[in-house]
């Protein structure tokens, strides 16, 4: 089929299909090739390559597979497909792939990076049911958590600290049994070497500083800016004076919380519980 030579600073989709067809012809393989080993027909590839059809994230998970790039097809299909994140998150996304520091504190869910895939479903599953997102936007956001949770498997990772309010570990989110597989996961992530986990117990009451969740990311610059949600939108702070105030207030909440031991112990016994 007839390919088209592009700008590649036009738009994101035009910059999926150039490097798409780069890779291809270094290959030396034909669209038809490449369509043979993605799963996809040829005519699927030329349209891709010519910026003429939207790309799946299903598409760019082939394309990492076929061509071993890292994530370098998805992170190019996030930039364009958008629309299924808070407002405010994809930015703070770009950020969390690149620090060396994660504070993170979480109410009412397990955080995202510790999530399970039928957990992260179960909790779109419910906006679908709600009429907040349609099942493809859902699909979109689980594969997309699925994606920024590789950063725990790179060869040099960031420490990530995570207190978790005890409602995090109660609320049996999909059922009991995703929710026992859930326990199962994020035990077996406190044993990373980089990975710090705490609960904050209800007993701490109003001495909890944080009502909502948030997060502080230490950057490669040793920059830290801070991250926090409502309902309709994400807020990166990068005032220094505020970002100060939050980390005063997490170390805080680190020392009152509970040692990394009865943490463990504790989720633990409500694993037990669900059996």
């Avoid at 799946?56 to 597979?65: E, G, L, P, Q, Y």
């Avoid at 609960?199 to 800016?225: I, S």
Wanted: proline share 4%.
């Amino acid at each position: 089929m007839e390919e088209t030579d592009h700008d590649a600073s036009v738009s994101p989709l035009v910059r999926f299909g150039e490097e798409l067809r780069r890779l291809r012809k270094a290959m030396r393989w034909s669209q038809v090739e490449l369509g043979r080993r993605m799963g996809f027909s040829d005519a699927m590839i030329s349209y891709v390559e010519r910026a003429k059809k939207p790309v799946t994230s299903n598409f760019a998970v082939r394309a990492d597979d076929v061509f071993q790039t890292g994530g370098m097809f998805m992170e190019l299909w996030l930039r364009y497909s958008r629309a299924s994140l808070l407002e405010g998150f994809a930015e703070f996304a770009d950020l969390e792939a690149k620090c060396r520091r994660l504070r993170t504190f979480e109410l009412g869910v397990i955080p995202g990076l510790f999530q399970t895939e039928a957990y992260a479903a179960a909790l779109e599953a419910a906006n679908v049911r709600r009429g907040t997102l349609g099942q493809e936007q859902a699909d979109e956001r689980v594969a997309f958590l699925m994606q920024r949770q590789r950063m725990l498997d790179r060869k040099n990772p960031p420490v990530i600290h995570a207190v978790l309010d005890q409602s995090c570990l109660l609320r049996p989110i999909g059922g009991r049994s995703v929710m026992r597989r859930q326990l199962d996961h994020l035990e077996a992530i406190t044993s990373r070497a980089k990975v710090t986990v705490q609960v904050a117990p209800f007993e701490l009451a109003e001495q909890r500083p944080f009502v909502l969740p948030l997060v502080l990311l230490t950057l490669p610059n040793r920059a830290v800016v801070g991250y926090a949600e409502s309902q309709l939108r994400g807020y990166l702070e990068r005032e220094r004076t505020a970002v100060a105030v939050w980390e005063q207030d997490y170390d805080q909440l680190q020392v009152e919380s509970l040692s990394t031991a009865d943490s463990l112990a504790m989720i633990r016994a409500v694993r037990k519980d669900l059996e």
